[in-house]
């Protein structure tokens, strides 16, 4: 497995203001992925982010809103834009590790808007 | 995107019983992965099961798979009060790429 580390682990906004999520892992991985699970809800696939190419983002989600960065092999970063109570979620980072299909999860963002 | 349906939503046991959940899926599968959360926090990986596989073990859980029926089933015997969580499965279609499709969940609480 690897160690996932998520910043920051909770916090409450303004409407209209923009947070940034950041994902770090201790190993190199090729693909991390980020999801939003709405109160009480299921996971939802935000997009796909790849080291060294754009994300691939789900219905629904688009780049202006949850701009993705990953500079590198060990680190991601998810920005949430102008946000609304709508918003308030929990997010989470995922990667796959090596050969296997597993997904190893972070621990989470709370994220309260108000 | 869901595409697999959890019953029951919510199960409540006594300490010791054991828990069986359910998952139904809709579209062929590599693999069919169950994990748990807690209080809505990071998700725990359980198990993963092969879709050319009927049944998986590992502790005290047990998973099968049945692709002709396109559902599984984890149990979780002798259960313990620490096993009070939401517990997910998520399917990987045949042309996911690795991304995975969840379940609504199973909220389970062990009463001691």
């Known amino acids: 497995s690897a160690v996932i580390s998520q910043k920051p682990s909770r916090d409450i906004c303004q409407r209209g203001t923009s947070l940034t999520i950041q994902c770090q892992v201790d190993s190199q991985v090729t693909m991390m992925f980020w999801y939003r699970q709405q109160p009480g809800q299921s996971l939802t696939l935000i997009a796909t982010a790849n080291q060294g190419s754009e994300a691939t983002y789900e219905s629904g989600f688009v780049i202006d809103k949850f701009p993705i960065s990953r500079p590198n092999l060990t680190f991601s970063t998810l920005t949430v834009s102008n946000m609304s109570p709508e918003d308030s979620s929990i997010y989470l980072c995922?990667?796959?590790?090596?050969?296997?299909?597993?997904?190893?999860f972070g621990p989470g963002t709370r994220l309260t808007v108000l | 995107s869901q595409q697999g349906e959890e019953d029951p939503q919510a199960l409540s046991i006594q300490e010791g019983e054991n828990a069986t959940m359910n998952c139904s899926y809709k579209t062929s599968i590599n693999n069919l992965q169950w994990y748990r959360q807690n209080s809505g926090r990071g998700l725990v990986h359980l198990i993963l099961?092969?879709?050319n596989e009927r049944e998986k073990h590992s502790g005290r859980l047990r998973v099968t798979l049945d692709t002709s029926k396109k559902s599984s089933s984890l149990l979780i015997t002798a259960s313990r009060a620490a096993d009070t969580a939401s517990y997910f499965c998520?399917?990987?279609?045949?042309?996911?790429?690795?991304?995975?499709?969840w379940g609504a969940g199973t909220k389970l609480i062990i009463k001691p």
């Open positions: 099961i092969r879709s």
């Open positions: 998520a399917t990987a279609p045949v042309d996911s790429n690795y991304q995975l499709i």
């Open positions: 995922s990667l796959i590790l090596g050969l296997t299909d597993e997904q190893f």
